[in-house]
Nanobody, 124 residues
Framework: QVQLVESGGGLVQAGGSLRLSCAASGRAFSNYHMGWFRQAPGKEREFVAIISANGIWTDYADSVKGRFTISRDKAKNTVSLQMNNLKPEDTAIYYC?????????????????WGQGTQVTVSS
């Protein structure tokens, strides 16, 4: 069983940037696609971004395209989410998770292991 731990969240003003990281331990996650989801208060957890196991393919929610970039470092067993031009509506708890099914990448119920989340707050 893999353990995922997110870090890098915090408070930032609108227009600012943050870089989230997700570290895996227990086993290598190189065979899994890695995704980021977020959950704002009173809302459902939603898909944000995903990177394929081989690191070649990525996919983003429309709301973050052009502002967020996902990447992975297999040597360090980490996946990162660079978030630029942040908006107040990006405020949420951000979670990383793994999935073995690319075709279902937007559906949170197809993800297995989840981290505990990291809070991102964007002030206006």
């Amino acid at each position: 069983q893999v353990q995922l731990v997110e870090s890098g969240g915090g408070l930032v003003q609108a227009g600012g940037s943050l870089r989230l990281s997700c570290a895996a331990s227990g086993r290598a996650f190189s065979n899994y696609h890695m995704g980021w989801f977020r959950q704002a208060p009173g809302k459902e957890r939603e898909f944000v971004a995903i990177i394929s196991a081989n690191g070649i393919w990525t996919d983003y929610a429309d709301s973050v395209k052009g502002r967020f970039t996902i990447s992975r470092d297999k040597a360090k067993n980490t996946v990162s989410l660079q978030m630029n031009n942040l908006k107040p509506e990006d405020t949420a708890i951000y979670y990383c998770a793994e999935t073995s099914t690319w075709s279902m990448r937007h559906r949170r119920d197809w993800y297995d292991s989840w981290g505990q989340g990291t809070q991102v707050t964007v002030s206006s």
